[in-house]
């Protein structure tokens, strides 16, 4: 059986979630560790004893791929550096998987996806929502079910980002990109313009920094091309965990609260429900089957560059103190 090779480019906490999702693949492989802190490898070691004991170290990703024998990497490092260790493992031939958010401007993300039908390799990106049953259970109600056009939508994710990530690299401009809008919002931002298929148009956001570098709070209005209304709230300075999506629509409407979904239709008492049971996929397997050449990817970074747009425009519109208009074209 053929395996991909893969190498991890940044081994810190989130590389313990894809190397477990990694073990579970009969047909990847580990074969090699980069960071920049010795110190990661030992934690990640702890973190999966399932690693294959004694990999190949180091401290320049550079290095790894020019002396191991490649087929992938996972890019899992701080945001600012992954256009960097993207761009420069797709020209030496590897497919790659990659951290949200993909990089942090949209002409970083235009060049990615040159750069991968260049190299015609597979990038994915992880959005890992895409993926649960949860939110595929949502989109397919509102593409394929009975629940008619969307026509508002609204968010909250909610977290204690500010203080969780206080003093580390998240913090920092440099290496982040920006604040929670760039983090844990993307994953919003994403999955409203996944499920929903809409194209945010004009939008007015305003932003809270509590004194910290770089945004902390966000709520954000916009108006999509087809008249789907957002709402959308981050809040990065919350007391507790908080995760809720609610989506009107012509005939229905459809709750995700903390990982919990439920439907009605107008006028009907009956919930629809999705099928209970462990979520089968993630962004690892598809990345894996997406080297394989056995199915195509599904989160691509065209969609990482449509959050890319998205994100920039709040942004712009936050310092302006306006409503912006989403540059699509």
Known sequence: MSKIRVGFIGCGNVATRHALWLLKIPEAQIVALCDIDPGAFERLYQRVPGLVPDLPRFSDYRQMLDTVELDAVQVLTPHTLHFEHITNSLERGLHVLVEKPMVCTSEQARAVIEAKDRAGKAVVV?????????????RDLLNDGPMGKVQYVSGLLGQDWLNLFRNTWRHDPGL?????INDSGSHLLDIVMWATGARPQNVYASMEYFDAPVDINTALTARCEDGVLLNLAIVGN??????????????????????????KLRNQEAEL?????????????NFIAACLGDEPVKSPPEDALKVALFTETIWRSAQTGSPQTVAWD
């Open 126 to 138: 992880s959005y890992q929502r895409r993926y649960q049953e949860n939110f595929r259970f949502i």
């Open 176 to 180: 982040s990109g920006g604040g929670q």
């Open 238 to 263: 919350g007391a507790e965990w908080r995760d809720e999506i609610t989506f009107w629509t012509e005939n229905g409407v459809i709750y995700y609260r903390d990982g919990q979904v439920t439907a």
């Open 273 to 285: 429900i999705p099928p209970a049971g462990p979520d089968p996929d993630n962004p690892a397997r």
